[in-house]
Every structure is written in structure tokens, then in C-alpha cells.
């Protein structure tokens, strides 16, 4: 069987390609240069398959001259000598440094050099300080971002910069809420504490308010009589995060007293909404006086336990976060009891992961702590 026979292939003149036809368009002089060519040169044979993009001139501005013939594989030419090559780089780079220049720099802002006088006055390295926070705080906090927030880098508030924050204000030693005051404003919910708690400060935030103020200094004292809770007196110091500020919201745990117990105000405040959860209470305490951003309030008030039937084994509550600047609790026994000892917690439900033994004197346990990491802390003892 014959197959029919096939039409020869021919190859196409190159100079048909390669030079401008008035048809196409009538204004391309003859003379002109060739910008790029549609051919590629391999020995002294032309290919006709088309190699869009191939420039034939130097791609320096100002020179113009034509490309030598690339002989062998490679990149394209896109230079006619070394010299243009490297005067192209160097204008390339000055080009892009008078952009840099051109940017308006960064003004320090107040955040930046408070931050920075601290750093300046601890005489610690920001891997030292790094390491610090993640070994105390278990909060990461890399040197880079501490450069950054030096050099007017502010960060934005939010639940994890402010617990970051806040461990940063520890360990630098400044007063709580010092650097998250010259952020920008912003409402943020408070963390810390168990799932349970954390839910309740949620549902209480909804209310509004729970936000405004962070806790400075705590003086809690509670009074045992017949080894049974007879009342527990508070009094704090808050400092205002936000403008118009005018209450706190307190969140009472069942470990001693149970979720209904009476709260009496003593002085700076008064008993507001209350919002029970489960077995906790979230008790609003309203200002005597409207704060302003930075401004601070001491109030106490008092819960009357003396309906409760059990006998009490422990006194606890959270500091933190944030973290607080001074807190002090204390004891006073009727009875003295066997032993008494200062521990540390990570839930209420949990049993104390740390503990050391706290001496009575005048029948009063005392614990004092200063800038204590973010926990909960207590006495407890047995009978």
C-alpha cells in the first residue's frame, strides 16, 4: 500500500522575518536598529522557531549597542560588556538608596522610650530579659521583637501582647499597667484563671466594664473562729486602663465561702449587678468616683461567711494577669492549727504544686509577695 506523497517542508527566508515590512505597518523606517530578534543563531545555521523576549541591545541606559552573538547555551546577553554590566548595578543600588532615604522615619513614641529606659537602667541584654520572661512568665517574647518595640515599633493591644506586656512590666520592675497605658486604647477582655473562671469573665464582660482597671496592690485578711470562716475583708488598689472607668468586677470561688455569700461594701464602692455561673459569682463593685486613664482607686469590702457549716482548710485567690505589684494575705485563728503553709496553685480544683511552711505569730499567718508571677497563691494549713 502507497501512502500518498507528502508536501515538502520548507524552511522560511529569514529575512522575511527578521526585517520590518512596510504592509504591517508603513511608519518602521528600514534604517531603524532591530529591537529584538525572532531567530535564534546556533553555529552559522538560523532556526525559524520564534524566541520572543531575546533583546539584541544593551539594556544599560544611554549605551544602545548592539549584542554580540551568544555562542552555546546560557542566558541571554543582556549586556554589551562587563563595564555596562557592572555601571548598571551601581546605579540600580543608588537608585533604591535614595528611596530608603526618602521615607519619613519613625518618630519614638512614648511607649518606645520608657521601654527602652528600663531595658537601659536593668543593665540586661534583651537574651537575658528574652530568657527571663519564658523561664518566670512562660511567655515568649524574642529579642527582635524587643528591638522593634524600642525602635517605635508600638504593638497593637490585644489579649496576648498585653499578657506579654504585663510580664515585661515585671520583670523590668515598672508599675502594672505602665506600659500597656500608652498603647492604644482598646477593649480587652482580662484572662487567667481556669476555664470556668475565664467563661464567667466573658459572660461579666459582656455587661461591660470588666476591662477598664487592672489590680495594683491586694490586702486580703480572712478571720477563722471554730476552725469555720467568719469573714473575709479585701481591700485593693486599681488603676485605670481606660477612660471613664467606674467599676471592677470581682469573681468570688467556692474553695472557702460558696457561691452566694454576701458582699458589704466598706469604702470607694458599691455592690452593682451580680452574675452567677455554676459554682463562682461575679460581683460588680461601682466607684464612688469616675476614673480617668491612669488614674487610680483603693475600695474594700467584705463577705460574710459565717453561715457556713464546714470547716475551711485554705485561703486563695489570683493574682493576675496582670500580675500585681504587692500582695499580702493573712490569717487569723481563734485556734492556731497545726501547721500552716504558703503554696501556689494552677487550678482551684488541683492540689498545690508548690508549698513552704509559714511561721504564726499572734495567732495571724501572713504571706507577702511582690510583683509575684501570674498564679494563684494562698495559705493553707491543717488541724
Not at 16 to 42: F, K, M, N
Not at 235 to 243: E, G, K, P, S
Amino acid at each position: 500500500m502507497s501512502h500518498p506523497p507528502q508536501a515538502a517542508i520548507s524552511r522560511p527566508n529569514p529575512r522575511w522575518i527578521t526585517e520590518p515590512t512596510t504592509q504591517v505597518s508603513g511608519g518602521v523606517r528600514h534604517d531603524a536598529g532591530q529591537l529584538y530578534s525572532l531567530t535564534c543563531a546556533t553555529g552559522d545555521e538560523l532556526v525559524s522557531e520564534p524566541l520572543f523576549g531575546v533583546p539584541t541591545r544593551c539594556a544599560r541606559a544611554g549605551c544602545g549597542r548592539s549584542l554580540p552573538r551568544q555562542v552555546g547555551p546560557g542566558r541571554p546577553r543582556r549586556f554589551c560588556s562587563d563595564r555596562c554590566r557592572h555601571s548598571a548595578r551601581r546605579e540600580n543600588r543608588s537608585t533604591r538608596d535614595k528611596r530608603h532615604t526618602m521615607r519619613p522615619p519613625r518618630s519614638p513614641s512614648r511607649f518606645s522610650e520608657v521601654l527602652r529606659t528600663a531595658i537601659d537602667a536593668t543593665g540586661m541584654s534583651l537574651r537575658e530579659i528574652s530568657d527571663l520572661l519564658a523561664e518566670l512568665d512562660e511567655v515568649t517574647v524574642s529579642r527582635s521583637t524587643l528591638s522593634n518595640w524600642q525602635c517605635a515599633r508600638v504593638p497593637r493591644r490585644s489579649p496576648e501582647e498585653d499578657e506579654r506586656i504585663y510580664a515585661l512590666e515585671r520583670v523590668l520592675q515598672l508599675r502594672r499597667g505602665e506600659l500597656v497605658l500608652l498603647l492604644e486604647e482598646t477593649a480587652v477582655a482580662p484572662s487567667g484563671g481556669d476555664e470556668e473562671v475565664r467563661a464567667l469573665r466573658t459572660l461579666a464582660g459582656q455587661l461591660g466594664g470588666v476591662s477598664n482597671c487592672i489590680t495594683i496592690a491586694v490586702d486580703d485578711t480572712l478571720q477563722v473562729a471554730d476552725r469555720k470562716p467568719q469573714r473575709r475583708t479585701v481591700r485593693q488598689v486599681v488603676r485605670a486602663i481606660a477612660t471613664n472607668a467606674d467599676c471592677y468586677w470581682t469573681i468570688y470561688s467556692p474553695d472557702a465561702a460558696g457561691p452566694r455569700v454576701p458582699f458589704e461594701p466598706l469604702h470607694g464602692c458599691r455592690v452593682g449587678r451580680i452574675v452567677p455561673h455554676g459554682d463562682l459569682i461575679a460581683v460588680e463593685l461601682l466607684f464612688d468616683r469616675i476614673l480617668q486613664l491612669g488614674e487610680s482607686h483603693e475600695f474594700g469590702f467584705r463577705i460574710v461567711e459565717q453561715g457556713l457549716s464546714s470547716p475551711v482548710r485554705d485561703c486563695r485567690r489570683w493574682a493576675g494577669p496582670p500580675a500585681l505589684e504587692r500582695l499580702q494575705m493573712s490569717v487569723a485563728f481563734d485556734l492556731p492549727p497545726r501547721q500552716v503553709a504558703a503554696c501556689q496553685w494552677n487550678t482551684r480544683k488541683e492540689q498545690p504544686h508548690s508549698a513552704r511552711a509559714v511561721p504564726i505569730i499572734d495567732g495571724i499567718a501572713r504571706l507577702r509577695m511582690s510583683h509575684p508571677v501570674t498564679g494563684m497563691y494562698g495559705l493553707s494549713w491543717r488541724w
